[in-house]
């Protein structure tokens, strides 16, 4: 038995973010044996990688016994039509791991007759390369085993944490879940800005990229918080502190509302949309 536990994991939906955690999954030492993907629509590269490594693509109820976690991969939209068939493989030792955004734990339990152990978690898009995050909520009836095997398996796709309430979750959704396009804007908006200021598109594309990727490694790689790796490309009265000046401009003379004031908005209405999904 490894950190993964010792029985069958079926994951429920091989798309983006089901194949991510699939591959890190075996990147990380999980055997392939103990793998069943169940997808209606699987990818041609996905049944490749599955037959590749030797992962079954089989109806897990041929072979009899409860899977030990069911990972559910599948959108929001139309996990109520998977829900009921998970109910009917589910056995009294099976944990339910859902990565599916708005989705209450409270609303996943009213599918299945027994007390079901069901663990919450949100990742983001770079659990694609390894570096995503992942915030974790156990239900009552999950136990600290089942806690620990599901905090394994999100850690192959990058780092966990654990959340003191289920409640935080949409807030999540809104900072790390829906963050990587925010990141994502930036870039654009650099490159745009850089075009703008007189650049070449091409140039101005390639130069805001490595910036964006290039200051995450920094950061990534760095002891210094954002807040310090940002004042240490700051010299009083240098470029950098003319453009911060607008960015950070706060209220005053200013009819424009700072990046700050403009990610708070931003982060306030994904949470509230999380919030509205899941009701
Ligand atoms: N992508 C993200 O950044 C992100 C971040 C956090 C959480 N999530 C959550 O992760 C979940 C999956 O998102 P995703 O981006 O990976 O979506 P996706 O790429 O659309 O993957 C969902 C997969 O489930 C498959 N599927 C549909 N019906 C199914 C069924 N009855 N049984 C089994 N599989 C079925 C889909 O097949 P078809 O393509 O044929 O429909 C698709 O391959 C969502 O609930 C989302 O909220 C995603």
């Known amino acids: 038995m490894n950190q993964f536990g010792k029985g069958a994991i079926l994951l429920a939906g091989a798309g983006r973010m089901g194949s991510a955690l699939l591959k890190g999954w075996i990147a990380h030492g999980l055997e392939p044996e103990r793998i069943f993907v169940q997808d209606p629509l699987i990818s041609e590269e996905m049944r490749d990688y599955c037959r590749e490594y030797g992962i079954s693509t089989a109806d897990i109820q041929s072979t009899g016994t409860p899977p030990e976690v069911i990972v559910l991969a599948v959108k929001p939209q139309v996990m109520d039509a998977v829900l009921p068939s998970l109910a009917r493989i589910s056995g009294p030792g099976t944990v339910l791991l859902s990565i599916a955004a708005g989705r209450t734990i409270s609303s996943i339990a009213a599918h299945f007759v027994q007390d079901m152990a069901i663990i919450r978690a949100m990742p983001n898009t770079p659990s694609a390369i390894g570096r995503g995050i992942s915030a974790l909520y156990a239900n009552q009836t999950a ?137």
């Open 143 to 279: 136990t600290p085993d089942q806690s620990r095997q599901c905090e394994a398996l999100m850690t192959a796709a990058g780092e966990t944490v654990w959340l003191e309430s289920e409640t935080l979750m949409d807030a999540v959704t809104a900072v790390s879940g829906s963050g990587p396009a925010y990141v994502f804007l930036l870039a654009e908006c650099l490159a745009a800005a850089g075009e703008a200021a007189g650049l070449p598109k091409d140039l101005a594309a390639k130069l805001a990229c490595a910036t964006v990727s290039g200051a995450g490694e920094l950061l990534h790689q760095s002891d210094l918080s954002p807040a310090d790796l940002r004042r240490n490309v700051t010299s009083p009265g240098g470029t950098t502190a003319a453009a911060l000046g607008i960015l950070m401009a706060e209220g005053g003379a200013s009819a424009m509302p700072s990046l700050n004031d403009l990610m708070t908005e931003a982060v306030m209405a994904a949470a509230r949309r999380s919030h509205e999904l899941a009701s």
